[in-house]
Each structure stands twice: as C-alpha cells, then as structure tokens.
C-alpha cells in the first residue's frame, strides 16, 4: 500500500483508516518477514483463484497437492469419489461432505482449516520427510 502511495506512509495510513503509527508497525513486520508474509499473500490468492476451477479440477488440485476437498456439494463430487476409491483407481487424499444445513462462512470454517492444514503438515510425504 506504500508503494501505491508513492512511499508516503501517512498516505497510506490514511488510504486505509489506520493510525500512523499501525501503518509503520505493519511496514516493520513486513520488513522483517517479508518471505512468509509473501508466501500467504500467494497462498491468498492461489486459492482465491481456485474458487473458480470446476468440479473435476478441484478433485484433480486436491490430489496433486495431497489434499482433501471439503464440499457440500454431494451431487457432483459424491460420483466422483465413488470413481476414485473404486477398487484399482486412482484414489483421493480425501473428501468431507458437508450437510447443506451447515452454514459455510469463512468465520465458521477458518480455524478449521487452519487445523486442517496443520494436520496434513504433520503426515509424511512419500519418501518420509514431513511437509513442514
């Protein structure tokens, strides 16, 4: 937001209604973790981009990345798994149906995911490393 700003911190600061002094503090961390911040800034928008793929394309993201899919779209993805877990395909790292009566917010399942993700970090990759 600096940048856009022309450097100006007070500009930004003021673009997004925060004291200066927030503004500066943000500008400090980013300076001093500046590659992680960077990493979920590309996560962000690695899976912003992938709220557009189509059914099949999530199945086939999820197992490249060895990750499972949650849904509550059982007419489309149930035939799908029904295919992958047949006896001699492919397989998947996993699918969680989701009742239509569960309210899907990103408040709700946030944390969630964050377990989640955490989990799977945790399970080796081929080969025994771990993911971390």
Not at 50 to 57: A, H, I, K, R
């Given at each position: 937001?600096?940048?856009d700003?022309?450097?100006?911190?007070?500009a930004?600061?003021?673009?997004l209604?925060?004291?200066?002094?927030l503004?500066?503090?943000?500008?400090?961390?980013?300076?001093a973790y500046r590659?992680?911040?960077?990493?979920?800034?590309?996560?962000y928008?690695?899976?912003?981009?992938?709220?557009?793929?189509?059914?099949?394309?999530?199945?086939?993201?999820?197992?490249?990345?060895?990750?499972?899919?949650?849904?509550?779209?059982?007419r489309d993805?149930r035939?799908?798994?029904?295919e992958?877990?047949?006896p001699g395909?492919?397989?998947h790292?996993?699918?969680v149906?989701?009742?239509?009566s569960?309210r899907?917010?990103?408040?709700?399942?946030?944390?969630?995911?964050?377990?989640?993700?955490?989990?799977?970090?945790?399970v080796?990759?081929?080969?025994?490393?771990s993911?971390?």
């Amino acid at each position: 937001m600096v940048h856009d700003n022309d450097g100006n911190e007070r500009a930004a600061a003021g673009y997004l209604q925060i004291p200066l002094g927030l503004a500066q503090a943000a500008i400090a961390y980013y300076g001093a973790y500046r590659d992680e911040i960077d990493e979920w800034i590309e996560l962000y928008a690695r899976e912003r981009s992938e709220q557009s793929l189509s059914d099949p394309d999530v199945v086939a993201l999820a197992r490249t990345e060895h990750r499972a899919v949650l849904t509550a779209n059982l007419r489309d993805f149930r035939p799908m798994h029904s295919e992958l877990v047949a006896p001699g395909a492919e397989g998947h790292a996993g699918m969680v149906f989701v009742p239509t009566s569960f309210r899907l917010t990103r408040a709700a399942h946030g944390p969630d995911r964050r377990r989640a993700r955490d989990a799977a970090r945790r399970v080796p990759r081929r080969g025994g490393t771990s993911r971390r």
